[in-house]
């Protein structure tokens, strides 16, 4: 068992980039769900908004990659339209119905091949982070930092780009949700009715704050493609949006703090599980009593099954998550 | 008191059955892959499939050379097909191996039909059955000689078979969310279990599916019913809000998938039985006899479901409770046990589903997670809550989606039903069959 290893890729998961993107698309999606009480369920949509908006920008655009940010914002836009124009007005599981539906929609169009020449089907799009990448201040080859955190000279820089992110939007929804703008979206979450006797117009606020959060999950989408200097559609699974929802319900909802601890949480334990059992199955298939349990082929599969298990106990005996506070989380009061 | 005590010891056995089942799924095909035995065999068949007026014959081809080798090129075996266009390789373990037909031996005027299918490919996750099959097809395949109102027709047929399968399934999803309210992502995985299970008894205990199936369909009911024991009924008690539930469903679908994975692998499987068809005209449309039973039996059950609905003492107890549980727990119906049947029957018509669903593509693990998305459009546009809604919904969307395919590619074959989801929710929320008051 090299507990080394697992307590370095353990300590180096908690402050990484995945956990740099799954914040941002944890405040975003707390935007929505945390403090508007919407069930979206296709964040992973509104994060390949942004990953396709730079990566199409080279390879099909033809321009910088900087005009990534406004495609990938008209897309966001386009897509909260579509999906928040039907169901916004409706019980909440109508937007969960659809957004998930629509996730799937967004994966299958960019993978396949009909639409390659725009996005480049299976393969995804590659090669278009140049720019971001000449802007680093950092040495590509040097290595930086101190055990058990060293990275390269480019890991560094998305680190820092990431980071700085999730903290100017942590900012931005922190006062956002202490404006009279964050207490009519608080109030709609409490109860609709109210708030539309007092005049307020609940469909234009949820459509204001899908779209927000969409806006906020766009740039966890960015920081991903660049991070990895290319867009895959299969990271944009349906099932990426339920792993940002547990790392959001963990932290504790309609907390911006929980989104960021959470995210950083949830990939804390899910390295260390990932390499604590693949450490385990390293040599032979763990067997208990003689019988084989689990072989290395079954470790991510074991992970999976542990995160849902994780969101099933979480929703049913602290639904609040670790900073939560149990009243914010009203999502039945009607 | 008699009656009730008797109640409460089924009710005792049925969950002892449920954790049975559960055993079954987690330890079942784990223990039966370990096992080696006797008898291992490569079976090689070349066919000439021709198509006529859109009915595909295949004959055998005799005198073709089959070598099967290892990947590492040793060689296992080589021969001549016989007049059955057969060959059969003993090989003495479940491994990987490369079934290469040598196409200057085809005779005069037969070519493959794609070059690259000369050479198959048997690997080991694939080698469940003691005889492995390894199909070659020559001729040219002509697809798009039909006009187009014989493809639309036989579109159609296919809608309507798809449909019959959706509408069954989501039958229970919608009465499901008629009884508790709980909107079950999970729907999708009950539809897998009977897909697995029917797999599991089948294929890996060599059961014929004409007696392992009602065995997979009374097993997919008490794992329905075991869902709502130790899960959304403990959690209904526990006073737990329906979007918690919701949640909660999502995160017991991910568990579910994950945990189908870890047992069954990646890869699509076929089912032992009534794999090999030969297609059958029926009118302008053409059909194996394997598609066309499934499509009688789905609707005669669909047809006996709206029957127990409408016309039994029980189906009036569900749709009362779906209309009103408090008033109707008030003049005495049992509401517990209603949502009990309900969860029973919405398990049982799932895992129905999910042995159509392998019978006619393959079985896997994500198979009914593909499907939920339809069903969801199943049940909006027939009505939430409203079982004759998923009936009507499920074979619209299943004709709507398979019609769609003549224009859109088949691989955003589903992207139709989206567009369904849409237009309803901005013109009639409620569906054709709901009612108002559930929408806002």
């Known amino acids: 068992m090299d507990w080394i290893n697992i307590i370095q890729n353990t300590c180096k998961a908690l402050t990484g980039v995945d956990a740099a993107y799954f914040a941002l698309a944890a405040i975003g999606l707390n935007v929505q769900f945390g403090y508007t009480g919407l069930l979206n369920f296709g964040q992973a949509a509104f994060m390949a908004c942004g990953a396709y908006g730079v990566g199409m920008t080279s390879k099909y655009f033809g321009i910088g990659m900087w005009w990534g940010l406004p495609i990938g914002m008209a897309f966001v836009i386009v897509l909260a339209l579509l999906v928040g124009i039907p169901t916004l007005r409706l019980r909440a599981d109508y937007l969960a119905i659809v957004t998930i539906a629509l996730a799937e929609m967004v994966r299958l169009i960019v993978r396949s091949v009909r639409f390659k020449q725009y996005f480049g089907g299976s393969d995804g799009i590659n090669g278009f982070s140049l720019q971001f990448r000449e802007l680093s201040p950092f040495d590509p080859g040097a290595q930086y930092g101190f055990w058990p955190l060293q990275y390269s000279g480019y890991t560094v820089w998305t680190l820092l780009v990431g980071w700085v992110l999730v903290a100017i939007f942590a900012t931005l929804v922190y006062m956002l949700m202490r404006s009279p703008w964050g207490r009519v979206i608080k109030a709609i979450r409490e109860d609709e009715d109210a708030v539309r006797s007092l005049g307020k117009s609940v469909y234009s606020y949820k459509m204001q704050s899908l779209m927000i959060g969409g806006l906020i999950g766009m740039f966890s989408g960015v920081v991903f493609a660049l991070d990895r200097g290319s867009v895959q559609p299969d990271n944009y699974s349906r099932d990426v949006t339920f792993y940002i929802l547990t790392a959001l319900v963990l932290g504790g909802v309609a907390k911006v703090s929980g989104s960021i601890v959470g995210s950083m949480l949830f990939w804390g334990i899910f390295v260390f599980s990932d390499n604590f059992l693949r450490e385990l199955t390293k040599d032979e298939p763990l067997k208990i009593f003689g019988v084989t349990v689990m072989q290395k082929i079954q470790v991510g599969a074991i992970n999976y099954m542990l995160i849902g298990v994780g969101l099933m106990l979480l929703m049913t005996f602290r639904p609040q998550g670790i900073f939560g506070n149990r009243k914010e989380m009203a999502l039945d009061a009607r | ?440």
């Open chain 2, 1 to 440: 008191m008699v009656v009730a005590s008797a109640g409460k010891r089924t009710y005792r056995l049925v969950r002892a059955f449920a954790v049975v089942a559960g055993f079954l799924v987690l330890f079942g095909s784990g223990a039966n892959a370990a096992s080696a035995e006797e008898g291992l065999s490569i079976i090689a068949s070349v066919q000439n499939q021709t198509v006529d007026a859109g009915v595909s014959q295949k004959q055998p081809v005799a005198g073709v050379t089959i070598t099967v080798t290892t990947p590492a090129g040793a060689m296992i075996g080589t021969g001549v097909t016989d007049e059955a266009g057969l060959i059969s390789f003993p090989v003495p373990s479940r491994d990987n191996y490369i079934v290469t037909l040598d196409t200057a031996t085809l005779p005069n005027g037969f070519t493959m039909i794609d070059s690259a299918k000369a050479v198959s490919i048997v690997s080991k996750e694939d080698f469940t059955t003691s005889v492995k099959r390894a199909t070659f097809f020559t001729g040219s395949s002509n697809t798009s000689t039909q006009s187009l109102l014989n493809r639309m027709i036989q579109r159609g047929a296919d809608g309507l078979r798809l449909g019959l399968v959706i509408a069954m399934c989501a039958v229970g999803l919608s009465l499901i969310f008629g009884t508790t309210g709980l909107t079950n992502f999970a729907h999708g995985e009950m539809v897998t279990f009977g897909g697995l299970m029917a797999f599991l008894l089948n294929v890996t205990m060599g059961i014929p599916l004409l007696i392992s199936a009602p065995i997979v369909v009374a097993l997919g009911g008490l794992f329905g019913l075991a869902l709502n024991v130790f899960i959304f009924g403990k959690l209904r008690r526990r006073g737990v809000g329906l979007i918690s539930q919701l949640v909660v469903s999502v995160g017991l679908s991910i568990v579910l998938r994950n945990m189908y994975l870890y047992q069954f692998g990646g890869r699509t499987k076929p089912l032992n039985d009534y794999s090999q068809q030969t297609v059958m005209r029926l009118g302008p449309t053409s059909i194996t006899p394997r598609d066309l039973t499934t499509a009688i039996l789905s609707l005669l059950v669909l047809v006996a479901v709206a029957l127990f609905i409408q016309k039994s003492r029980t189906g009036k107890a569900i749709r009362a409770v779906s209309d009103n549980p408090t008033l109707a727990s008030s003049t005495g119906i049992d509401t517990q046990r209603i949502i009990r049947i309900v969860w029973f029957a919405g398990g049982a018509l799932a895992a129905l589903g999910g042995i159509f669903r392998g019978l006619d593509e393959q079985v896997g693990f994500e198979m009914g997670s593909r499907l939920v998305f339809l069903m969801f459009a199943a049940i909006t546009l027939g009505g939430l809550g409203s079982a004759f809604g998923a009936l009507v919904g499920g074979v619209l969307v299943g004709i709507f989606v398979e019609m769609a395919s003549l224009v859109v590619p088949s691989e955003l074959k589903n992207a139709p039903a989206l567009l369904i989801l849409i237009i309803v929710l901005v013109a009639r929320p409620q569906g054709i069959l709901g009612r108002k008051q559930r929408v806002g």
